[in-house]
């Protein structure tokens, strides 16, 4: 069973970067998928994007171009980074993880989740 701390989050203004991390631990980090989510408040989870096994990514149409995930399994930590983060950015985010994923867009078929980063976007 995997553990994952979200980190980097806290407030930001209109027009920064934004670099979160999410590190793993209890289980080898290679063995999993990670998925990018967010919730802002009074909305679903959102679906950002995934990442698996040997770094194959898929982003939502909304976050091509526009933020980049990445992974480095030598030290069970991934990452999201998000340039000119807007209001509309405001959101906690979370990084969860499954071994084996029928789909990689709903969070339901991720396994394991973490507390999730708060990020409020200021303008």
């Known amino acids: 069973q995997v553990q994952l701390v979200e980190s980097g989050g806290g407030l930001v203004e209109a027009g920064d970067s934004l670099r979160l991390s999410c590190a793993s631990s209890?289980?080898?980090?290679?063995?999993?998928?990670v998925g990018w989510f967010r919730q802002a408040p009074g909305k679903e989870r959102e679906f950002l994007a995934f990442?698996?096994?040997?770094?194959?990514?898929y982003y939502d149409d909304s976050e091509k171009g526009r933020s980049t995930v990445s992974r480095d399994n030598a030290v069970s930590t991934a990452y999201r980074q998000k340039n000119n983060i807007q209001p509309d950015g405001t959101a906690v985010y979370y990084c969860?993880?499954?071994?084996?994923?029928?789909?990689?867009?709903?969070?339901?078929?991720?396994?394991?989740w973490g507390q999730g980063a708060q990020v409020p976007v200021s303008a």
């Open positions: 209890g289980a080898p980090f290679e063995n999993y998928a």
């Open positions: 969860p993880a499954a071994v084996l994923l029928s789909s990689p867009l709903a969070p339901k078929y991720y396994n394991y």
């Open positions: 990442e698996n096994w040997i770094g194959h990514k």
